[in-house]
């Protein structure tokens, strides 16, 4: 594939000139070479790399474990195992994560079966609710 302009990568990859550029600025997909115009000139490749961040992102990846990712896919000496090790380390993170928003929607839905929705917000039991765990909080 022939060389690309930075808006032409954005459009082939779905993402914004900004996400390209972001990337650029985080290590993820290397610097292009300018044309003599100073446009950055892609290379085929660059479109394959932003399509694989925002796909592991989309599977809950940081930035800085997509950058680990990236240097595995092009380690000699690493095998397939170390990149399984990882993707169940996500998986286990996940799984917390979702305990943990578990139990949010759980106390927030206590919350929300204390109130009628009627009357002022000055006597809302959520928002008294809140104000007291925040006292509590600052007492501890």
């Known amino acids: 594939m022939k060389d690309m302009t930075i808006g032409q990568v954005a459009k082939r990859a779905e993402v914004n000139i900004e996400t390209i550029r972001y990337y650029e600025r985080q290590g993820l997909i290397p610097s292009p070479p300018r044309r003599e115009s ?3 000139q892609y290379s085929g490749g660059t479109v394959e790399r932003v399509r694989f961040i925002k796909r592991a992102q989309e599977l809950g990846f940081s ?3 997509i950058a680990e990712l990236l240097s595995l896919r092009v380690a ?3 095998s397939c195992s170390e990149v399984k090790r990882r993707a169940e380390a996500k998986i286990t ?4 994560k979702i305990r943990t928003l578990q139990k949010m929607k759980e106390a927030l839905a206590r919350l929300a079966s204390t109130c009628s929705g009627r009357g002022p917000t000055s006597e ?3 928002l008294e609710a809140l ?3 925040e006292e509590k909080d600052a007492k501890e």
Request: hydrophobic letters at 20%; glycine letters at 6%; charged letters at 45%.
């Open 38 to 40: 100073g446009y950055r």
């Open 63 to 65: 930035l800085k474990e």
């Open 76 to 78: 000699p000496d690493i």
């Open 93 to 96: 993170d996940i799984e917390e």
């Open 124 to 126: 809302c039991p959520i």
């Open 131 to 133: 104000e007291n765990e």
